[in-house]
């Protein structure tokens, strides 16, 4: 199973603040569906909160301390629970949030990564990526459009 984190920051490695994300990038929304539509998300409690709802076409794996039920998720106390359920599948996806990032880098084999060319005002952050572990295997640019107001980049990186 190849465990792969899904994530978008800004330059500064800022992903939310007051536990939302800080920009609105429709292509960066159809690049996170198109690659994780049909397969499984893992996420922590507070990322599940601010979604508001499980995300369609996908398995909705919530990790969480609390003793909680989730309607259309299941609900685990540990990363590494959550990754037991999925001990069949092809490829599972960490979707966040920073805590959950941390937690999961060390069982990472692949990162799909979007980066917003803007550093933000945050008070959420991704952890730093040692570039001596990952290659970078895939990129594209884009520049702002009508639709997306910023320069962004998809990078994919396989853990060396």
């Not at 049909?38 to 909160?49: A, C, E, L, S, V």
């Not at 990754?83 to 990472?108: P, Q, R, S």
Request: aromatic share 8%; with cysteine.
């Amino acid at each position: 199973m190849t465990v792969s984190i899904i994530v978008a920051i800004g330059e500064n490695h800022a992903i939310g603040k007051n536990n939302q994300l800080l920009w609105h990038m429709p292509n960066d929304l159809k690049h996170f569906k198109d690659i994780t539509s049909g397969r499984t998300i893992i996420m922590g409690r507070k990322t599940f909160d601010s979604v508001g709802k499980p995300l369609p076409r996908r398995r909705n794996i919530v990790v969480t301390r609390q003793d909680i039920i989730i309607p259309g998720c299941e609900v685990v106390k540990s990363i590494e629970d959550g990754l037991a359920l999925c001990k069949n599948e092809d490829e599972v996806f960490i979707g966040g949030g920073a805590e959950i990032y941390k937690l999961a880098m060390h069982l990472t084999d692949r990162i799909y990564l979007t980066i917003i060319h803007k550093s933000f005002d945050a008070d959420t952050f991704f952890p730093g990526i040692d570039k001596s572990e990952w290659k970078e295997v895939k990129r594209e640019d884009f520049e702002l459009d009508e639709k997306n107001p910023l320069p962004y980049s998809f990078i994919t990186l396989e853990r060396q």
